[in-house]
Structures are given as C-alpha cells and as structure tokens.
Nanobody, 122 residues
Framework: VQLQAYGGGLVQQGGSLRLSCAVS????????MGWHRQAPGHQRELVAV???????DYADSVKGRFAISRDSAKNTVYLQMNSLKPEDTAVYYC?????????????????WGQGTQVTVSS
C-alpha cells in the first residue's frame, strides 16, 4: 500500500486549499481514509476521516470549515479546507486502513502518506 499526497502550500487567512491523497496497490479493501496534522511542538491529531460506509468524522476545530470526500474508483481521498486560520498551519498526513483476508481471518493495516505542509499567514 502506497500513499501520495498533494496540495499543500501557503495561503492567506480566510483562504482555501484542497489536499489530495492517492492510494495505490491491490488485493485489499479500504476501511477508512483520513487526514491527520501535526504542528511544531504539538502531537499529531486527527482532522477528518471517512469510513467505508461513507460516514465522516471531524475534529471540532475544523467542523464547518473542512470537508473530506473520496473517489472510490480512484482510491483517492480529498480534504477541502475553507476559511483557513493561522492555527491550521501544520504538516498534513493522509492515512488509510486496509483490510486483507487470510487463512486466519482479516488483517488490518494502517498506512501513511508523506506529509504535505500547509501554512496559513495572518
């Protein structure tokens, strides 16, 4: 399983950015896809996740401003970020949880993409 993230950059406060993360590989089922972020001096935190069912969860700090979506045919997850604030500045990481079926039952694997820097200037 390999992930490639795109879309970070520098934007002014109130602006928008769209992150993309493409998952490559085969022989697995995707249970969830999502985004975390990590700012300097802070722990990595979950930003948004979309489950196989289509349901979504968001961190309280981004509700109403960020939207996660996916293109199942392309195994790609997106994060639309609107009304960006300086406190959204961080390295954003995409993740995927995949499931494979084996002789002894399912195996779950969480894989990470490389980080992409998002910087919001005030």
């Amino acid at each position: 399983v390999q992930l490639q993230a795109y879309g970070g950059g520098l934007v002014q406060q109130g602006g928008s950015l769209r992150l993309s993360c493409a998952v490559s590989g085969s022989g697995f089922m995707i249970n969830e896809m999502g985004w975390h972020r990590q700012a300097p001096g802070h722990q990595r935190e979950l930003v948004a996740v979309i489950y196989r069912s289509g349901s979504r969860d968001y961190a309280d700090s981004v509700k109403g401003r960020f939207a996660i979506s996916r293109d199942s045919a392309k195994n790609t997850v997106y994060l639309q970020m609107n009304s960006l604030k300086p406190e959204d500045t961080a390295v954003y990481y995409c993740h995927v949880e995949t499931q494979t079926e084996g002789d002894y039952g399912p195996t779950l694997l969480r894989s990470w993409g490389q980080g992409t820097q998002v910087t919001v200037s005030s």
